[in-house]
């Protein structure tokens, strides 16, 4: 199937004869039949999806431009962008974007190289692959609320098996402790998802440029890398919106104490904690945008490789 | 909001009419959310009041998560939400003016207030008070006593400093003086009792909204906050003062760790079940004061009954409500689940006193006890001061007051982000 923009058909397709007509009339209306019926299949997703999302953000977008705190409820009314104004302008809002951002990006980095490692060494796991694969899916599988209560035990003096510091007293081990959860509980995911991606570049491939007397780097960079970039950076981009996101495992191991309050667990506190419902919407919605604005990005930077991706799964 | 008040309308029109068949149809049930209590004794009361209610009502005890944080965010989604199946109300102390103030309670009647507001402990009253009316009934009441191992401290000193210079003499892993510093509502108790036993205040005309300030007179509210600044970074503190919370407290009096702790008499209950051999070194003692000569003002905590607005049956709620927190019933409470009463008499009665071996104290401290301001915005300053002052130990008290002061004001303008 040829699409407009990509790349001339591969020989086997029948081309369409020049200044034809696109198919005789029984067969477009067949084909205006079947997309109409394909409308109908989709439609009852489409609506669910408008009513527990659209909604719901919609909503928030409306309700971020009022004053409306549960507490007060006489004072309820329009105010534009104030609210947007004063979430601005709050160094906390900053502050906790700063801690939103060191933990997605340290416990992303990390993700990616130890996945990668699992992935690759996976590949060559000649026995007892189902089983190993199996495993590492545990800390995946397993709730993010308990992983989180373990992770806290363990950095907990008295109560760990690890060690006697009190790692959540303080700001920078309180994030490697997050860091550590979060990287426990997602690295398998990024390590199967990568595994698949490898399974896609050809054995042959690389057993010639052994021939060739590239070196196991020369392997890695220049066939391997290119083979799972498009996997990579599907990856990248779940791991990114997922961890910009993060609030289980912060509100159970230190609920933002030193430091560690992130941009969800801030929207938390004035929505459940305050009943501002304006100004907690507006953190939301500002989240989303950052969420939203980040895969955006993402689409428009590697448009060619998420493509090629979409390629890959039609054939 | 005309639809809003469409619907209270129709509700408050319907409810006679709902009652009215209730009663003719056999009890109505009334839902009582309140948070887990362990012992039995919320559900054995529920039972008696609905056996003494003759058929009138039958109350269903619908247990909300232990800590009070989750209890008030669960409550706060069904009332926010109209949720009808909430009759009677657990309210923690410093909810009243919150809840009274988004329309959730309803107010008790003059007749109805005042024939149960007679022999309550004044703190306690003083809790379920805003704006001159009674949104609820004193049910339990709970404020901080000092505990210390009298093997290790014979005699303790009355004031945070000179307690603190006594642990510090003990030799290191018998010295820990416990202490919530945790980022939660107990660290903003703790700092409220402190800048209270100091001569000074959170929060100025707290049921004012127009007039509501920080309160915090400078040398006073440094003078208590010095207290949390030299504890945090006094050894005697611990590693783990910044996420302390009541468990960990007790956790550390129970290990041995601890020679002195401030707590809720829960600790002594704790020690009778799991720690006996400690029991008999367990000495207690006035919450701590802040000036040498001024006697302190502890926190003070507890429980109230009010009634949902959105309940469909007020009337049997009220009375169930009354039932409940009955002298008798507060007695069982207290005996069965550890729980202070808040009427005054009950303190006299044997088996409470066999329960609390302090009861004496405890009533006297109760009564000195300073409750946290009466605003609808109290979350909103909880949350100022436990971002003004958290960590402990990052606490400079001449410059921690201004900031405070312009946080708190910020919090009670509701309109500042936290």
New interface residues.
Partial sequence: MSRPGGPPAPAGTRPRPIGAAPGRPATRRRRRRRARSAWWLIAPAVLTMLAVTAYPVLYACWLSLQRYDLRFPDQRGFVGLDNYAAVLSAPVFWTDLGATLVIAGIAVAIQLVAGFGIALTLRRAVVGRRAVHAALLLPYGIITVVAAFAWQYAATPDLSFVSDRAWLAERWSSFAVVIATEVWKATPFVALLLLAGLAAVPEELLETAEVDGASAWQRFRQVLLPGIRPVLLVVLLYRILDSIRVFDTVFVQTDGANGTETLSLLAYDQLAGRLNLGLGSAVSVLLFALSAGTALTFLLVFRADLRQLARREER | ?PR?RAALLAVLAAAPLLVACGEDGGPVTLGWYVGQESSGAYREIARRCTDASAGRYAIRLEQLPRSA?AQR?AL??RL?ARDRTVDLIGLDVIWTA?FA???WLRPWDAERATAVSRGVLAGPLATATYRGRLWAVPFTSNTQLLWYRKSRVPAPPPTWDRLIDTAELLPAGQGTFAVQG???EGYTAWVAALLASAGTGLVADPED?DRARADLAPGPAARALGVVSRLARSPVAG?????ATETESS?LVL?GAAALTVAYPTLYAAARADAPDLLADLGWARYPAVLAGVPSRPPLGGLNLGVSSYSRHPGPAFDAAACLRSAAHQQLAAVRGGLPPTLELVYDVPAVRAQFPFAVLLRESIAAAAPRPAT??W??VS?AVQ?VL??PASVDPERAVPELRRRIDDALA?????
Avoid: K
């Avoid at chain 2, 590693?239 to 996420?243: D, I, K």
């Avoid at chain 2, 509701?414 to 936290?418: I, T, V």
């Fill in positions: 909001m809003f944080d965010e706060v989604r926010a919150e103030g988004a329309g945790g980022r939660y909204p590693s783990g003062l910044s996420v956790d290990s609808p915005a979350s909103d949350l971002q958290h960590p509701s309109q500042a982000l936290l």
